[in-house]
């Protein structure tokens, strides 16, 4: 996570020359900069994934860049003959172009039904296209660096002011759609999921607290209700962090714990899990008081953690409990 702030700064860097060069195309000028972040959060990953351009048509077309694992790269860089990239496809429009537009293309549609997996991108937004757990096509997790094209040139004139404000939530986003998976079946995968939206929902916290001033916290009235069940208070500048952490590790904690009881219970596959009311579900009080002072709608959005929770059921709803939980040790 330490690294991501600094890859997307070079990202962003290099976006912001070419844009102002005047030399450039709109769309594959920009091709370079973006292959490298992907390869950049692709590598830190366990398996790795690799980022190769030039693909040849191998039914659907030419996608712009195919997502491969380790496994399917051979020693020069060039993917194993006939293998078809096990994380998707990646389709990139210029910055001017509206990428969930792109999403709805048949070209796009094409690269869906050949490869089940398609990131959109036009820079400065990106956009997953998967399953549902139907099978069926599905926009999943996206990520906005800029409202449109001149907001994007406007943030690109400081890259590291930028980067340091969206690099870490951009990295995280990456590493998740970079190690997608249609169906999760082992507990370790899971983990590494959740440990990442986790990491996003803090780097919301903290950005939201840091824009409160004195008295206008969204977080105020949560902080006072996890002091009065805990039995403790959050003094100073590191009890506001040490807050913050336990904020999120409880919360994500209560979400998977919830989950795990639903999965027990549940005996029809289709069904799907709810985090406010598997939580609210739980014999814990502590869990139970912190969902019912962050369910307030605009507390919520204040923090921005309803998008992360919904990213996370969906990852959860992904489970194929049958495996997982013949793999999972609850000690």
């Known amino acids: 996570m330490r690294k991501f702030p600094r890859v997307v700064e070079d990202y962003l860097a290099v976006l912001r020359r070419i844009r ?6 709109a769309e594959t000028s920009s091709y370079t ?5 992907l390869n950049a959060v692709g590598g830190g990953l366990k398996p790795k994934v690799f980022c190769v351009g030039q693909l040849k048509d191998q039914g659907a077309g030419h996608p712009d860049f195919g997502l491969y694992a380790a496994k399917q790269v051979q020693r020069g860089g060039q993917p194993r003959d006939d293998q078809l990239p096990e994380h998707g496809v990646v389709e990139v429009k210029s910055a001017e172009d509206d990428a969930w537009q792109t999403a709805e293309s048949t070209q796009v549609s094409r690269y869906w039904g050949r490869y089940r997996q398609v990131l959109v991108t036009n820079y ?3 956009l997953l296209l998967g399953e549902d757990t139907n099978g069926n096509p599905a926009k999943l997790e996206s990520f906005r660096l800029a409202a449109d094209a001149e907001d994007f040139d406007r943030q690109l004139e400081k890259p590291r002011v930028f980067a340091g404000r969206v690099g870490v939530g951009l990295g995280e986003y990456l590493r998740r759609v970079l190690s997608h998976q249609a169906r999760l079946a082992e507990p370790r995968d899971l983990a590494e999921l959740l440990a990442s939206h986790a990491r996003d929902a803090l780097a919301r916290v903290e950005d939201a607290e840091a824009k409160s001033g004195d008295g206008t916290s969204p977080l105020a009235t949560v ?3 996890l002091e009065e069940a805990l039995g403790v208070q ?9 807050f913050q952490s336990t904020l999120v590790q409880t919360l994500f904690y209560g979400v998977f714990s919830a ?6 219970e549940i005996r029809i596959p289709a069904e799907r899990f709810d985090w406010p009311t598997g939580v609210r579900r739980l014999q814990a009080p502590v869990l139970r008081a912190l969902v019912h002072q962050l369910s307030d709608p605009g507390r919520m959005e204040a923090l921005g953690l309803e998008e992360v929770l919904d990213w996370t059921t969906d990852a ?5 409990r049958s495996a997982f939980f013949e793999r999972f040790n609850e000690g």
């Open 20 to 25: 102002v060069s005047g030399g450039a195309t």
């Open 33 to 37: 900069p973006l292959e490298n972040l």
């Open 124 to 126: 400065r937004d990106f």
């Open 223 to 225: 902080r006072a209700a």
């Open 234 to 242: 959050f003094e100073g500048e590191k009890g506001a962090k040490f």
């Open 259 to 264: 989950w795990v009881l639903w999965a027990r």
């Open 316 to 320: 959860l709803n992904r489970v194929d």
